[in-house]
């Protein structure tokens, strides 16, 4: 069983930086892939990023790129989320989630967190 637990959303204004982390427990990690979802009110599901465990090879959704980093702490089995120049369209509920190829597609992905919520505002 894996565990994934998230946490460092808020209220934030525009322009303003948040750090999201997931934290991941249970199984191995080792040929993972670890990805950043989110999902606005009444929007589908969006994938924002996704780094490898092993490799530390990304991948990010283009209207994130220059202002999102992904980043993990193998030691930490942490996964991390930097949020730059935080825009009113980047609210939403990010879930942090486990999968086994690089992509931006939520089928691949068998393990989610809860989730939490971030809020900009102008």
């Known amino acids: 069983q894996v565990q994934l637990v998230e946490s460092g959303g808020g209220l934030a204004q525009a322009g303003d930086s948040l750090r999201l982390s997931c934290a991941a427990s249970?199984?191995?990690?080792?040929?993972?892939?670890m990805g950043w979802f989110r999902q606005a009110p009444g929007k589908e599901r969006e994938f924002v990023a996704a780094?490898?465990?092993?490799?530390?090879?990304?991948n990010y959704a283009d209207s994130v790129k220059g202002r999102f980093t992904i980043s993990r702490d193998n030691a930490k089995n942490t996964v991390y989320l930097q949020m730059n120049s935080l825009k009113p369209e980047d609210t939403a509920v990010y879930s942090c989630?486990?999968?086994?190829?690089?992509?931006?597609?939520?089928?691949?992905?068998?393990?989610w967190g809860q989730g939490t919520r971030v809020t900009v505002s102008l």
């Open positions: 989630a486990r999968g086994r190829v690089l992509t931006g597609w939520p089928g691949s992905y068998d393990y």
């Open positions: 780094i490898a465990w092993s490799s530390g090879g990304t």
């Open positions: 249970g199984r191995t990690f080792s040929s993972a892939v």
